[in-house]
């Protein structure tokens, strides 16, 4: 099975396989995302409440305080499916099938589940991060909101069929990465966290560690022994 939401090498080629359980006369909406309270999921519940029009598609394994999440958001939207393990073939078929791509994210540390999206040139509807942003850069090729009134708005222009939506063409943002690109400058990320928490209290090696060109953002542990 493929693990969600680190499928990082869905090749367009891969034979998708439908997930069972959508109803195939209705369109969906898809987040890719562990079920926790940074991905704030509720708002897009709240904000879809009311909709009949559309599902919602969740896939993503539970995190923290995510088994609470769950009954919350389906008393908000109760069209709504989650899949904690998909295979990389169902995961294929979920972006080729979505009318779009929704993550309302606070907090994201690069944003995969946006680059494979792209390559099937799924719609994208993101919050407005610095993850997401730095991304998109100047391409165009999502729409972006800042509040849940400015969602809510998203998703209530979303009616009749998707492809009266008009949302921005995505496929055109995956010519700008390489998945070798995209690993290099994940890896980078992820080691500058781990350095900074290996030298945190140790001034002069982040110094040193600065003046590499390696990400240094501080990283607040706690150490039991």
């Known amino acids: 099975s493929s693990s969600i ?20 006369t209705r369109p969906f909406i898809l987040t890719v995302a562990v079920i926790e309270n940074r991905k704030n999921l509720i708002p897009l519940a709240r904000a879809l409440s009311g909709s009949t029009h559309l599902d919602w598609l969740v896939l993503g394994k539970i995190g923290f305080g995510g088994e609470s999440m769950l009954p919350e958001i389906k008393q908000y939207f109760p069209h709504v499916i989650h899949r904690s393990e998909v295979t990389e073939a169902q995961l294929a ?38 993850a997401f942003t730095d991304i998109i850069g100047n391409t165009d090729t999502a729409l972006f909101f800042d509040s849940e ?9 979303l009616r009749g ?7 921005p063409a995505s496929r055109a943002l995956a010519a700008n990465y390489s998945w070798e690109q995209t690993g290099e400058r994940f890896t980078a990320l992820e080691l500058g966290d781990v350095m900074n928490t290996i030298l945190l209290g140790a001034p002069a090696a982040i110094v040193a560690l600065k003046a590499s060109g390696l990400p240094t953002r501080p990283v607040l542990v706690a150490v039991t022994v």
């Open 5 to 24: 939401p680190w499928a990082s090498t869905l090749p367009i080629r891969i034979q998708a396989r439908p997930i069972a359980g959508l109803d195939p």
């Open 93 to 130: 078929w979920a972006y080729q099938s979505a009318a779009a791509l929704v993550l309302p994210t606070l907090e994201e540390g690069f944003g995969l589940p946006v680059l494979e999206a792209a390559q099937f040139g799924t719609p994208l509807v993101l919050s407005r991060i610095p």
């Open 149 to 157: 009134n400015g969602l809510r708005e998203i998703l209530h222009h």
């Open 161 to 167: 069929s998707p492809d009266d939506w008009r949302l």
